[in-house]
């Protein structure tokens, strides 16, 4: 192999390789530092976020769907959900939330595996959470991977039975082109470097170039009148500052109720990872998942990177 092809192989992998480095850090939380200085107990590597897993709950009259929150690319269920989680549970939802994708040489790193994986760990979660509760269907709320992933489940695994409400934070129906990934994906695609770049890349990480605009398990999920299954009812929520989802109107999703955070809320400065820890967010969240007491939401200032309201 001549050496302008290394030198693209090495290009694509290093930026994918950065932007996967960032998100853990960017992902931490005062509840889960980004660093510990030494390694936990296995009981204590994929802690439940507060609020969540009380495999006693019973769903009540009011929500009677158990809520299954889906984390993004690199986070783990205890980091993405630290802010969501323990107020959905305190409005009386039975929260339920798994760490999936994990790659063994990266503990408490989720999403690594192939979305397809992903996918089936998902069904089982999915499975479990019904059986214990009696529930006939849940509702799902995702943020980043977490907001496409678990559509392979619903459109080609027969989770549309199971899921009612679908709420994805930064979705990306149709890929992110975040640094020019995509296109140095497709580069290397063009130069005979696809074998090269998968042997280097995804036994670390197999959803990363899923992920990317133009990928086939992008162009999959958009196949057959696109991603959007009959009987499910999606909300999307967006940021205009979404640095990862490049561009942030890859997550708008023909059939669903479309959401961008600054168009009720001009203040509202959330980027990526901060619209997880966003109460304008959180706002949309329960008036998606309980649409018939839905109330108007109150525009919060929130910093770019802040974890709770300014």
Excluded at 253 to 280: K, M, R, S, W, Y
Aim: with cysteine; proline share 10%; net charge negative.
């Amino acid at each position: 192999m001549n050496r302008r092809r290394w030198a693209a192989i090495g290009t694509a992998v290093a930026a994918l390789t950065a932007v996967l480095a960032m998100a853990p850090l960017a992902q931490a939380t005062p509840e889960q530092p980004a660093a510990q200085p030494s390694l936990p107990p296995p009981s204590a590597l994929d802690p439940s976020p507060p609020g969540s897993n009380d495999w006693s709950c019973e769903p009540g009259e009011d929500h009677p769907n158990p809520v299954v929150l889906v984390h993004g690319l690199s986070a783990n269920q205890a980091n993405n959900w630290a802010y969501i989680s323990p107020r959905l549970a305190q409005q009386g939802y039975c929260v339920f939330s798994l760490t999936y994708g994990e790659n063994p040489i990266l503990p408490q790193v989720g999403g690594l595996a192939p979305m397809e994986r992903s996918a089936e760990e998902l069904a089982a979660f999915v499975d479990r959470v019904r059986g214990t509760t009696g529930a006939e269907k849940v509702d799902i709320v995702g943020h980043s991977e977490g907001s496409l992933m678990p559509n392979y489940y619903v459109k080609f695994l027969g989770g549309d039975r199971y899921v009612d409400r679908y709420v994805g934070m930064t979705p990306l129906w149709d890929g992110t082109q975040t640094a020019g990934l995509a296109f140095l994906n497709r580069t290397g695609q063009q130069l005979g470097l696809d074998p090269a770049l998968g042997l280097t890349l995804d036994p670390v990480c197999g959803s990363c170039r899923q992920l990317l605009a133009g990928s086939d398990f992008i162009a999959q999920m958009n196949s057959d009148g696109g991603p959007a299954v009959d009987g499910v009812t999606y909300t999307m929520i967006m940021t205009k500052y979404d640095e990862l989802v490049v561009p942030y109107t890859s997550g708008e999703l023909d059939g669903a109720t479309n959401i961008v955070l600054q168009d009720g809320c001009p203040t509202d400065l959330a980027e990526h990872v901060a619209v997880a820890f966003d109460p304008v967010t959180l706002g949309h969240i329960e008036n998606a998942l309980d649409p018939a007491n839905a109330k108007p939401v109150r525009c919060t200032p929130v910093g770019p990177d802040a974890p709770s309201a300014i």
